[in-house]
């Protein structure tokens, strides 16, 4: 049903994501399992086994890379984050691969300057498809930088808003941060 996904392009997915009746899942577990506590984490070699897996399995993303992913690649477990995410895009492809960015923050804990986040975007676009990105104060802004080199480098950009309970937090201000974000995206968004 959903063979060579990866092959086509983000609005002829988009738009057949729009009309279908169907429910699109996105499984989240190769990221969650590389950055938890010690005792989840699972080595390249580990998750490779199951790419295939995934593959078949009929999801419309996995999400293999961000968060803090990224980071623990890096320093715990001493993967290649490059290396990981081309072997989960050459081995699916017949399922998006998926990162959550944080923005500004990227992948990691502290906010980077508008031409670092566009060239850390750029060095993952061939091999992440769709990229989730929120701002954990919804300041729509700081998202611009993700969303510009993503619908550039013609791939699928899911905003996500974060919610909160405060008396500022009402319908009104998440129908103002949505507003934002499809005015920033142009409707060219999941």
């Given amino acids: 049903m959903r063979a060579g996904l990866r092959k086509k392009s983000a609005r002829k997915i988009l738009k057949r994501l729009r009309e279908s009746r169907e429910i699109w899942f996105t499984n989240t577990g190769p990221r969650d399992t590389g950055q938890s506590d010690y005792k989840n984490r699972f ?9 295939p897996i995934y593959d078949a399995s009929g999801y419309f993303s996995v999400e293999v890379h961000g968060g803090a992913r990224f980071h623990q690649d890096l ?3 001493k993967i290649d984050p490059f290396e990981e995410a081309r072997l ?4 699916m492809p017949n399922v998006l691969t998926q990162t959550l960015i944080r923005s500004t923050n990227v992948w990691g804990y502290r906010m980077y300057p508008r031409n670092v986040v566009k060239l850390a975007v750029r060095a ?6 769709v990229w989730r990105c929120f701002d954990f104060l919804n300041y729509v802004p700081n998202m611009a930088p993700v969303a510009e080199e ?3 480098g013609g791939k699928i950009f899911e905003p996500a808003v974060s919610f909160t309970e405060s008396p500022e937090c009402s319908d009104a201000y998440y129908l103002r941060v949505v507003g934002e974000i499809v005015s920033l995206c142009g409707g060219t968004i999941s």
Avoid at 88 to 91: N, Q, R, S, V
């Fill in 43 to 51: 080595t390249l070699h580990d998750m490779s086994r199951l790419v």
């Fill in 75 to 77: 320093l715990n477990n």
């Fill in 88 to 91: 989960w895009a050459e081995g």
């Fill in 124 to 129: 993952f676009l061939p091999v992440i498809d």
């Fill in 150 to 152: 993503v619908l550039r």
